[in-house]
C-alpha cells in the first residue's frame, strides 16, 4: 500500500461512497452504510480467500457476480447488492451453508450473538428445503483444555485456520481430508496448544469453536461488556469484559490498532479465574493472619512506617497504575522524607540515561513495527515478555517483507524469521550492544552480519528488552550509542520500543517512582536503588518497605538476600492480589485491585496513556487502592488532595509536566500517547547529553573450548506461564511450567545427558532440580532456566552478575 | 433484560464446566516443528526428502513428493513418518497430515501390501465395473493386510473399462473372473495379467476395424 | 494402417515403441530440430507470434488461445515458470495419457519452445499421482533430454536454462484446476485460488505462470516448424488443428482417435469407435467430458465436432472426451455417477461446490430408491441453478452444468425411475427410451 492514497468514488445501491483506492469493496460499502453479509471475510487474517461467497454482489460491467470481500475498489465503480441476481446468489449461499448445519441453536453457546444466525435471518430464504441426512461427528470434543470444537457447527470459512497459519504461525491448526468431509483439527489429534490460541474463539462465526471457561455461564441478553486494559504482561491489550452478576465471565478483545491489533494472548482471555482465587487477598491482615478493619489497618501502617523515622523507609513497585504510583512516591518522598524508591527489580540506568531513552524522537510506535524495513530484536523473546508484539513481528514480515534481526542469549520463537541472529553469553550484553555500534560504523566485528542487514534498512523499529539490565552489564548506557549510530532520532517511523518486565514500568518511572527521578524525571535528592535497599534492610540502614505489587522473593534475582532482607527489616507493608511467599513474610498485607475493579491510567511502553476502567465488582473488604494511599499519606500528617480517580488523575497530570495537557476525554477508549502532546516539551534534557558511556564489563565467553570446567554460564528468562496466572488459575493450570534446563548437543554429550533426565543444577548460591532439555540453536558453554517457576526458581542461583553452575543427577549420585 | 417469560436464569444455576472448577489437563504433548534430534529419521528418508526440498525453489514444494516417500517407506502415513518428514522440511507435522489427507492416494491410515483401486466412474460403470469391484472385493477376502481392494473414480482409462490400477499399474478391460486370476498372482509374486496390461495395448485406431453397427453405419 | 477418418498428426508414428526414446524421437520425426532451430535462430517474440497465428486453443478444457495466454505474462527479469498441465481426471478424458506414454519427447520439446515463448526459467509437468506409468516414462526421457543437452544449463550453448521438473499428484481432480495446481506445486492442499490475479501475472511462488495442457504444448513443436498456416489446414477457422478425442462407453473400439477438428461426430462415435454395442442403440452422449452437458443422440450427432458447434448446441468442447450412452443406460443413475464424482472431488473450500455437490447426489440418491417426488426434480434443478457461477472455480459448474441438463432432457425417464424404483422394480431394467431420443434410430 502506498503511503499517501488516492480517494475515489463508487456508487453503492444509489449511494455515492468516497473511499481509498484499492479498498475492498465490501469495507467500503460498510462505510457508506451498506452492510454486505460475510462469513470468510476477516481482514485481520490477511488477504481474502473468497471461500463462503456470502458476499457476493453485482458490479456494472461485469456479467458474474463478484465476491466483494476480494474486489478493490475502482473510480466510477457501481455496485447493487439487493438485485433479484444478488438476493438469488445470497440466498443460494444461506441454503448451502445450512445443509450440513445441525441448527441446534437452543443448545449452542453461541446463540443470540451469532453471525450464522444474523446472516441467516437478515439474507436468507426463510425456508429450508433440506430433508437429507446431515453430517455427523462427536461433539463437542476438546481441540485444547481451554476450547471445544463442535464440528458440526464448522461452516469451514478457513478463519481458524487462517489465524493458526498467518497469525500465531504455529500451523498446528489445518483442514483435515477434502470436500465435504472436511474438518478442522489437529495432528494425530493432539491438543491444539499456543499462547494465542483462544483468539479462534472470538473469529469463529459460529458455534463451533467455544470456550470451555464460559460455557453456558450466561446468555447474551444478561450480559454487559466493559472496556479495559489487561495488565497482565507489558502489551497492555485492550480487551473487554463479559460482566455477569458483577463478575467477568469472558475477555473478549477490543481491536486497538495502535496497541494489540485485535488479538489477545491466552493469559489476558483466561487470566481473569484467578481474581476469585482461594489465594485472593480480600482484606487487610496482620502478619498473623487477623483479619483487620480498613480505619485500623491504615492506622497500623501509619504507625509502623512512622516509627521507622524519618529517611529510614523505602518502597519497592512493580503492578502499579500510574495514578497509585504517583501517590506512592509523595507518600514516601512527601509524607516520609524518604527518597528510597524502586520500580525495578534489579540496577538500573541513572537518570540521565533513562532520560536519553525517553525522547520522543527516539520513539517507536507499536504501529511503525507494521512498516518496519528492519527490526531488532534486542535482549528479549517478545512471546514470553509481550506476547502481541510477537505477532506484530510475524505480521511485519509476512505482510510488509519486514527484515528481522534477533540479538539474544537465548533462542527465540521469531529466529526462524530471522535473516540474521547473534547469540551473546549472558553477561556480554552491553558488549555485544558496544560491538553492533561499532559494526555499523563499518568496522568487522562479531555483529557485522547483523550490522549488513541493518544498515541497508532506512526505517529500523529496536525491540529491547529492560532485561538487558539483568546482568548487571549496564547495557542500556549502550543502547544510545546503538540508536544513535542507526540515526533513529532522524527517521520517521523508526526507533526504540521498551519491553519491560513489569506491566506499566513506564508509568512507574514518569510517576517518579526512581531513586534518582521525581514526576516527570526531575531531578531530585536522590535515593537508595533496589539491591541498595536490599543491602541497607538487612544491614539495618533502612528500617521498613512498602512493597506495593511486587513478590522479591519470587521475581527479583538472588532470593537468599532478599528472604534475609525481609527478615530483618522490622516493619514490612505488602500490597498484593494475592498471597505469596513475600505477603507470608509481611508485617502487614493490603489488597490489591485487579485490572477489571481498578481505576486507573497506564503507560504503555510506547508512551500512549490508556485508561484501565472498572467493569467487575471488587470483593468486599477491597476498596480502591488510590483511596488507600491517600488515607495513609494523610494518616502521615501530608495531605494529597486526592479521595477519587479524577482528583487523582490531576495530580498525576499536574505532577508529571509532559502529561499536563492530557485530559481524560482524551484518553477515551483507545488512548493517548504523550509525545503527540503539547506539553511533551516539558521532558527534562540529560544533563550529559548524547553518548553515556559505560565502565566496558568484564567479557565472558561462551565458546566451548575455554569453557572452565567448572560449568556452564547460565542465563535466565521469564517464561510466559510462570507464576499465579497459572498457578491460581484453574482454566490455565495445565500450562504451568516445568523447570527445563536448555543446553545444546554438544554440552549434553560431554556431560551425557538426554533430555528427559532429571538432574540438579547449583551455583554458589544455591541449586534447583530441572528436566533436560537438548535445544537447537543454543551456543555451547551455556544453558537456560526459567525464573519464577514455584519450587525450582532461577532467581535462587543468582547474585546479580551472570554465575556459572553445575549439573549433577540426584539418583545417579544416590546410585 | 431477559426477553424470556418467568425469572431469567441465574448465574448460579448455571453448569460450569470443570476447566473452570479444577481446570482440564493435556491429552497428549502438542505438536510443533519437531526437532531433528527428537525424531529419529532413518538417513535414507533424510537424505531422501532433502534432495526432494532441492528440486524446488521453495522447499514446501516438496510435501507431495515427501509424503510419497514417507509411504514407500511405511506402507502408509504413519504419524511417526509424518514427524520424520516434518523435522527435515523443518514445517509441523499437521500441515503434512493436513496436506496428506487432501488426497486419495495417500492413506493416513494402515492399507493392505498391494492396492487395487477399480474404476466405478461412468464408462466403466456402463461396461461393469460395480460388478469387477464386486469381484475383487470377494477374491480378497478378510486378507487386509495384503489387499487394499477399493472402488475409485476415473482413472483415465475408460478405453479399457473396466479397468483396474493393480499396484499403480493399469489392466483391462477386465472380466469379473479375472479378479481372482490376479489376486493369485499377486500372492504367488507372478506376472499380473500379461495380456491386460495398458502398456502392452497398441493404439485403438490400428485394432482391427469393428463393423461399425449398420443402424448408423448406413446413414 | 489407421482408418481414412483419422488424421494423425500429434500421434503420427505414435504405433512405434521406437518413438519414446530420444534417439526414435529424432530418427522418425527429426524431434529436437526445431527447439534447436527456435533456440538458435528465434526471438521470443517470433515463437509467440507463430503461436497466436495458429490459433491453437488449449486442449484442456477452457479452449483458450495458447499463443495469447503466453503473450500476457508480463516481461522482465522476474523468475517466470511454466506448468504443463498432465492431471486429466475428468472422467471420459485419457488422451493426455496416451501422447505422454507414447511420445514424452514431443512434449519436452514443446515445454522446451513453449519456455521460450513466456521466457520461464524453471517448468514442471504436474502429472496424475495415478499415471505412474506415464510418470516414469517422462522421468526416463526427461533425463535423456538433459544428458543430450535440450534442458539445464546453457542450452544449446545459447545461453538459455531450463530446468524441467516431473511433479507427481497423489490423487485429487482438482489439482487439474490451474489454481489449485499451482496450489499443489508449492506443496499444499489443491484448492483453487481467487481470480485474479491469474496466473500469468502472479501464478506459482507468486511470480508469472503459463499454464497448458499436455496436448496443447504437444502442438508447439510443429506449429513452430511448419508454421501456422501448415496448423491450420486442419480443423475449422475458429478450432484450428487437429485433436485426439477420447472416446468411451457405450461403443464398440473404444479408444483415441486423432481427428482434424470439425468431422462430423458421427464419424467419431461410429466411424472411428464403431458405433453402439450390437443390439444396443445410442441415448445420449457427452460430447467434451463428464462436465459437458449432454446432447441426445438426435441433438448432437450430426453436429460437427469443433469448440464452436458444440457451444452453440447448448454443450461444450471440453477436453475432447465423448462418453456415449446407449440404451441400456438409466440416465438418472448415470446423473447420480455424474455428481457423486464432483462430490468425491470437491475441494471443499467454497460453499456452493462442496453442499451444493453434496446434497444433490443426495437428492439423486433419492431418486433411484424411488424415494423421491416430482417435486425433488425440481428442487434439483433448482439447486443446480443455485451453484452455477456462484462457486470459486468451475468445479461446482462442471456438475451443475450435465446433471441439469440430464434433468431438463430426460424428465419422463426420471419419473419412471422413481416410479420404477418406488414399485420395488430394478430401475435399471431401463425404460423405454423417451421420445427424444429416438431420433438416433431413425
Ligand atoms: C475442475 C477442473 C479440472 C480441470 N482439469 C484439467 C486437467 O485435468 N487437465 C487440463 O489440462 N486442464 C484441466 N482444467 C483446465 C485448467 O484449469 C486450465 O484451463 C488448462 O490446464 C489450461 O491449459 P490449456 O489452455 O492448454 O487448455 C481443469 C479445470 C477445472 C475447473
Ligand atoms: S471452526 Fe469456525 S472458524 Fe473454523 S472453519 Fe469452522 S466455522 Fe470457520
Ligand atoms: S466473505 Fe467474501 S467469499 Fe467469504
Not at chain 1, 529517611?311 to 514516601?332: C, P, R, T
Not at chain 2, 495380456?195 to 453405419?217: C, E, F, H, V
Not at chain 3, 499463443?67 to 504443463?84: D, E, I, N, Q, T
Request: include cysteine.
Amino acid at each position: 500500500m502506498s503511503d499517501e492514497q488516492r480517494t475515489v468514488t463508487i456508487t453503492v445501491d444509489g449511494r455515492e461512497i468516497e473511499c481509498p483506492e484499492g479498498q475492498m469493496l465490501h469495507d467500503a460499502a460498510r462505510e457508506g452504510d451498506v452492510e454486505i453479509p460475510v462469513f470468510c471475510y476477516e481482514p485481520k487474517l490477511g488477504d481474502p480467500v473468497g471461500a463462503c461467497r456470502m458476499c457476493l454482489v453485482e458490479i456494472e460491467g461485469i456479467p458474474k457476480l463478484q465476491t466483494s470481500c476480494s474486489t478493490p475498489v475502482r473510480d466510477g465503480m457501481v455496485v447493487h447488492t439487493r438485485t433479484e441476481q444478488v438476493k438469488h446468489a445470497q440466498n443460494a449461499v444461506v441454503e448451502f451453508l445450512l445443509v450440513n448445519h445441525p441448527l441446534d441453536c437452543p443448545v449452542c453457546d453461541k446463540g443470540g450473538e451469532c453471525p450464522l444466525q444474523d446472516v441467516t435471518t437478515g439474507w436468507g430464504p426463510g425456508k429450508s428445503r433440506v430433508i437429507d441426512e446431515k453430517r455427523h461427528f462427536e461433539k463437542p470434543i476438546e481441540l485444547s483444555p481451554l476450547v471445544a470444537i463442535d464440528r458440526e457447527r464448522c461452516i469451514l470459512c478457513y478463519r481458524c485456520v487462517r489465524f493458526s497459519q498467518e497469525i500465531s504461525e504455529d500451523a498446528q491448526l489445518q483442514l483435515l481430508e477434502r470436500g465435504d468431509r472436511t474438518f478442522v483439527g489437529t495432528f494425530d489429534e493432539r491438543p491444539y496448544v499456543s499462547p494465542f490460541h483462544g483468539n479462534i474463539t472470538d473469529i469463529c462465526p459460529v458455534g463451533a469453536l467455544t470456550n470451555y471457561t464460559y460455557r453456558f455461564r450466561a446468555r447474551p441478553w444478561d450480559i454487559e461488556q466493559g472496556g479495559t486494559v489487561c495488565t497482565l504482561c507489558p502489551s497492555q491489550c485492550n480487551v473487554s469484559l463479559t460482566i455477569r452478576d458483577e463478575k467477568v465471565k469472558r475477555v473478549l478483545t477490543r481491536d486497538n490498532h495502535d496497541v494489540d491489533d485485535g488479538w489477545i494472548c491466552d493469559k489476558g482471555r483466561y487470566g481473569f479465574e484467578m481474581f476469585e482465587a482461594e489465594e485472593r487477598v480480600t482484606g487487610p491482615r496482620t502478619k498473623g493472619g487477623d483479619a483487620l478493619e480498613w480505619g485500623a489497618a491504615v492506622e497500623k501502617a501509619a504507625a509502623g512506617l512512622r516509627a521507622a523515622g524519618a529517611g529510614k523507609v523505602a518502597a519497592i513497585v512493580g503492578d502499579a497504575s500510574n495514578e497509585e504510583a504517583f501517590l506512592l512516591q509523595e507518600l514516601l518522598r512527601g509524607a516520609l522524607a524518604s527518597p528510597h524508591l524502586d520500580s525495578r527489580a534489579y540496577e538500573g540506568p541513572d537518570r540521565d540515561v533513562v532520560l536519553e531513552l525517553t525522547q520522543p524522537e527516539l520513539a517507536a510506535k507499536v504501529k511503525d513495527i507494521d512498516s518496519a524495513d528492519a527490526i531488532l530484536v534486542l535482549g528479549a523473546d517478545p512471546l514470553h515478555s509481550s506476547p502481541i508484539l510477537d505477532l506484530r513481528v510475524r505480521k511485519a514480515i509476512r505482510r510488509h517483507g519486514a527484515r528481522l534481526v534477533v540479538a539474544t542469549e537465548r533462542p527465540t520463537a521469531l529466529d526462524g524469521g530471522a535473516e540474521a541472529i547473534a547469540r551473546y553469553a549472558p553477561g556480554e550484553t552491553s558488549h555485544f550492544i558496544g560491538e553492533l555500534t561499532k559494526a555499523l560504523g563499518g568496522e568487522e566485528t562479531v555483529a557485522t552480519p547483523l550490522a549488513e542487514t541493518l544498515r541497508e534498512a532506512r526505517k529500523v523499529v529496536v525491540l529491547w528488552g529492560q532485561r538487558i539490565d539483568h546482568d548487571s552489564s549496564f547495557a542500556s548506557t549502550r543502547l544510545v550509542e546503538l540508536a544513535k549510530r542507526l540515526e533513529l532520532d532522524a527517521t520517521e517511523g523508526a526507533g526504540l520500543l521498551e519491553i519491560p518486565d513489569f506491566t506499566n514500568a513506564r508509568g512507574l518511572r514518569e510517576a517518579g517512582v526512581l531513586p534518582d527521578a521525581g514526576p516527570g524525571l526531575t531531578e531530585t535528592a536522590s535515593g537508595r536503588s533496589v539491591n541498595e535497599i536490599r543491602a541497607a534492610l538487612e544491614s539495618g540502614e533502612l528500617d521498613a518497605v512498602v512493597l506495593f505489587g511486587v513478590d522479591p522473593l519470587r521475581d527479583f534475582p538472588d532470593t537468599k538476600a532478599w528472604d534475609a532482607a525481609l527478615t530483618a527489616a522490622n516493619f514490612v507493608v505488602s500490597f498484593s492480589m494475592h498471597e505469596t511467599a513475600t505477603t507470608a513474610k509481611s508485617d502487614l498485607v493490603f489488597p490489591l485491585e485487579t485490572h477489571a475493579e481498578k481505576d486507573g491510567t497506564a503507560t504503555h511502553p510506547d508512551g500512549r496513556l490508556q485508561r484501565i476502567r472498572p467493569a467487575a465488582s471488587r470483593p468486599e473488604g477491597v476498596r480502591p487502592n488510590i483511596q488507600v494511599l491517600a488515607e495513609l499519606a494523610s494518616a502521615l500528617g501530608h495531605d494529597t488532595g486526592v479521595n477519587s480517580q479524577p482528583t487523582a488523575f490531576a495530580a498525576l497530570t499536574n505532577g508529571v509536566a509532559f502529561y499536563n495537557a492530557i485530559t481524560d476525554d482524551q484518553l477515551g477508549g483507545l488512548g493517548f500517547r504523550w509525545q503527540d502532546g503539547p506539553s511533551a516539551t516539558a521532558l527534562p534534557s540529560s544533563s550529559t547529553g548524547a553518548g553515556v558511556s559505560s565502565p566496558d564489563t568484564q567479557r565472558f565467553s561462551a565458546s566451548g573450548e575455554d569453557t572452565p570446567a567448572t560449568g556452564l554460564l547460565l542465563g535466565t528468562y521469564r517464561d510466559i506461564w510462570t507464576g499465579p496466572v497459572t498457578e491460581l488459575n484453574p482454566p490455565l493450570r495445565f500450562l504451568q511450567p516445568k523447570q527445563r534446563l536448555e543446553l545444546s548437543e554438544g554440552d549434553a554429550g560431554r556431560l551425557n545427558l538426554r533430555s528427559g533426565y532429571e538432574v540438579r543444577v547449583s551455583s554458589d548460591h544455591g541449586s534447583v532440580d530441572a528436566i533436560v532439555q537438548v535445544k537447537e540453536r543454543i551456543p555451547d558453554g551455556v544453558c537456560f532456566l526459567s525464573e519464577g517457576i514455584a519450587g525450582a526458581n532461577a532467581n535462587a542461583l543468582l547474585n546479580g552478575g551472570p554465575v556459572r553452575v553445575t549439573v549433577s543427577q540426584p539418583e545417579r549420585i544416590e546410585a | 433484560m431477559s426477553p424470556v417469560d418467568g425469572p431469567g436464569v441465574s448465574s448460579r444455576d448455571l453448569p460450569v464446566d470443570r476447566a473452570v472448577t479444577e481446570g482440564r489437563a493435556l491429552s497428549a504433548d502438542p505438536e510443533q516443528i519437531p526437532q531433528l534430534a527428537d525424531v529419529d529419521c532413518p538417513s535414507e528418508l533424510q537424505a531422501r526428502v532433502e534432495e526432494l526440498m532441492g528440486r524446488y525453489p521453495d522447499r514446501k514444494s516438496a510435501s507431495i513428493p515427501a509424503l510419497w516417500a514417507v509411504q514407500e517407506r511405511y506402507g502408509w502415513c504413519t504419524p511417526e513418518g509424518i514427524r520424520q518428514a516434518a523435522a527435515v522440511m523443518r514445517v509441523t507435522p499437521a500441515y503434512l497430515e493436513s496436506v496428506a489427507s487432501f488426497y486419495d492416494l495417500l492413506h493416513t491410515e494402515p492399507v493392505g501390501t498391494h492396492r487395487i483401486e477399480v474404476c466405478t466412474n461412468i464408462s466403466c460403470w456402463m461396461r461393469g465395473g460395480d460388478e469387477l469391484l464386486d469381484a475383487f472385493r470377494a477374491a480378497a477376502g478378510e486378507d487386509e493386510d495384503d489387499f487394499f481392494v477399493t472402488g475409485f473414480e476415473c482413472l483415465g482409462a475408460c478405453d479399457i473399462a473396466p479397468m483396474a490400477s493393480i499396484d499403480q499399474r493399469y489392466y483391462g478391460p477386465l472380466e469379473a473372473a479375472e479378479a481372482g486370476v490376479a489376486i493369485e498372482q499377486l500372492r504367488a509374486g507372478a506376472e499380473v495379467l500379461p495380456a491386460k496390461a495398458l502398456a502392452k495395448r497398441g493404439l485403438a485406431g490400428d485394432s482391427p476395424a469393428p463393423g461399425a453397427s449398420s443402424i448408423g453405419g448406413a446413414i | 494402417m489407421p482408418h481414412e477418418l483419422e488424421t494423425r498428426v500429434l500421434l503420427e508414428h505414435a504405433e512405434d515403441p521406437r518413438l519414446r526414446t530420444l534417439d526414435g524421437y529424432k530418427d522418425l520425426v527429426s524431434g529436437y530440430a526445431t527447439q534447436e532451430r527456435a533456440y538458435k535462430d528465434m526471438e521470443q517474440d517470433e515463437v509467440l507470434k507463430e503461436l497466436e497465428d495458429s490459433g491453437l486453443r488449449g486442449r484442456g478444457g477452457a479452449g483458450f488461445s495458447m499463443g495469447k495466454k503466453a503473450s500476457f505474462l508480463p516481461r522482465g527479469g522476474m523468475s517466470k515458470y511454466l506448468c504443463c498441465n498432465a492431471d486429466e481426471s475428468e472422467p471420459g478424458a485419457f488422451k493426455d495419457r496416451e501422447l505422454m506414454q507414447r511420445n514424452p519427447h514431443q512434449l519436452i520439446e514443446g515445454i522446451a519452445i513453449a519456455a521460450l515463448a513466456a521466457d520461464a526459467g524453471h517448468a514442471f509437468i504436474f502429472i496424475r499421482g495415478e499415471y505412474e506409468e506415464q510418470a516414469d516414462i517422462l522421468d526416463a526421457a526427461v533425463a535423456e533430454a538433459y544428458e543430450a543437452g535440450y534442458l539445464g544449463t546453457n542450452i544449446l550453448d545459447c545461453h538459455r536454462d531450463l530446468e524441467l521438473v516431473v511433479h507427481r499428484g497423489a490423487g485429487a481432480y482438482i489439482c487439474g484446476e490451474e489454481t489449485a495446481l499451482l496450489d499443489a506445486l508449492e506443496g499444499k492442499r489443491g484448492n483453487p485460488r481467487l481470480k485474479p490475479p491469474f496466473p500469468a501475472v502472479q501464478g506459482l511462488y507468486g511470480g508469472p505462470t503459463l499454464i497448458n495442457n499436455v496436448e496443447t504444448l504437444s502442438n508447439v513443436p510443429r506449429i513452430v516448424s511448419k508454421g501456422a498456416e501448415w496448423f491450420r489446414q486442419y480443423g475449422t477457422e475458429q478450432s484450428p488443428g487437429t485433436k485426439v478425442v477420447s472416446v468411451s462407453g457405450g461403443v464398440r473400439r473404444p479408444g483415441n482417435y486423432e481427428v482434424s477438428l470439425g468431422i462430423p461426430t458421427r464419424d467419431l462415435i461410429y466411424g472411428l469407435a464403431g458405433g453402439p454395442l450390437p443390439g444396443r442403440e445410442i441415448k445420449a452422449f457427452y460430447p467434451g467430458g463428464s462436465s459437458s452437458p449432454v446432447l441426445t443422440a438426435a441433438e448432437g450427432m450430426d453436429l460437427p465436432y469443433s469448440f464452436e458447434a458444440m457451444a452453440e448446441a447448448g454443450s461444450m468442447l471440453g477436453s475432447g472426451s465423448i462418453i456415449v450412452a446407449d440404451d441400456t443406460v438409466s440416465i438418472p443413475h448415470m446423473a447420480l455417477r455424474t455428481a457423486r464424482f464432483y462430490h468425491h472431488e470437491s475441494c471443499g473450500k467454497c460453499a456452493p461446490c462442496r453442499e451444493g455437490t453434496n446434497w444433490t447426489v443426495k437428492m439423486l440418491e433419492r431418486v433411484v430408491r424411488g424415494e423421491a417426488t416430482p417435486m425433488d426434480l425440481d428442487i434439483i434443478s433448482s439447486v443446480q441453478e443455485n451453484i452455477m457461477g456462484h462457486c470459486l472455480c468451475v468445479l461446482g459448474d462442471s456438475m451443475a452444468m450435465p446433471v441439469a441438463a440430464m434433468v431438463r432432457k430426460f424428465r419422463p425417464e426420471f419419473e419412471q425411475v422413481m416410479a420404477a424404483a418406488a414399485g420395488g422394480i430394478d430401475p435399471h431394467v431401463v425404460v423405454d427410451a423417451p421420445p427424444e431420443t429416438l431420433g438416433a434410430t431413425v
